[in-house]
């Protein structure tokens, strides 16, 4: 029975694999994948890796050294991995898809309780307070919504949207074809958008892709959504538009300097990033912890395509979900 090192385990991770798997021993490891956490998948040919482990070049030297021939990613993102550096040394394989539902229904999720200020009501309500003063936001019926990529994820943010009534306008260099979907320049989804959804992968084109300059753009209190990745916005550019009110409000399930915060429980902590901490204060912002993917769906998913990508390798076989570095 081969050996898998499975990196950053919590115990929604540990439910669908331990349920489905039969071929493999696993070592569940809590601590990030890093270069200095690599030597604990000693013995194992494979490791199983997420969005925010540390896969650079000196992990891949770590993980070679000690014969790992295979980088599991249980995730669709990729952008954590030198996939350069890595060509030609070692394995990688994604899950490029577990469910698109799961991230567009909370995209909606968060664009409804930043409107209508569902977290501030539900405090108020549990300290007997009934006062409907601060409360107020907006019929999202016949207001326009600018997407900002329409893969899978997009093209079914697009559908909940018009199901509220809303006008849907997208932006993005690739158009998906046979969709009713109303293409326009990047400036005439910021000047004409109510609201503004990322669902783009990060990429050197789409880094910082909302920004100064992209902000100025906009139409003034449009309110933006990201359940992307966090470096598609210039976060400090976003707090001052929060807090200059050009932006309505925010609703966030990623964030850029994430990799050291998120999954982790820091409640009895002092913050040391003041971005983040003025970012998450501010009464018209909304902040999940990158839980947008989080559906018995989409993990059950993401626990059957890893495996069939370990056994596929173990196998032999092509590598259906290989991912590997292209000019």
Known sequence: MEKIAFYDTKPYDKVWFDKLNTDYEIKYIES???????????????????????????????????GVKLIALR?????????????DKINIVRVPVY????????TMALLLSVNRKIPRAFIRTRDFNFSLNGLTGFDLHG????????????RIFIDICKGFGMKVIAYDPYPAEGYNIEYVSFDKLLAESDVISLH??????TRYIINEASITKMKDGAVILNTSRGQLIDTDALLQALKDKKIRGAGLDVYEEETELFFEDY??????????????????????SHQAFLTDEALQKIAEVTLFNLKQFFDGEALQNSVVYQK
């Open 143 to 154: 207001k326009t919504a600018g997407v900002i990529g329409t893969g899978q994820i997009g």
């Open 267 to 288: 409640s009895s902590t002092i913050i040391q990033d003041d971005v983040l901490s003025l970012l998450v204060s501010l009464p018209n912002v909304i902040m999940t």
């Open 32 to 66: 990030k994948l890093t270069p200095d956490t690599a030597h604990a998948a000693r013995g194992c040919k494979a490791v199983v890796a997420f969005v925010n482990d540390n896969i650079g070049s000196e992990t891949v030297d770590e993980l070679c050294e000690i």
């Open 75 to 87: 995730c669709a993102g990729y952008n954590n991995v030198d996939l350069k550096y890595a060509k």
């Open 200 to 205: 783009c992968p990060l990429t050197t084109e």
């Open 99 to 106: 469910s698109p539902y799961a991230i567009a229904e909370h």
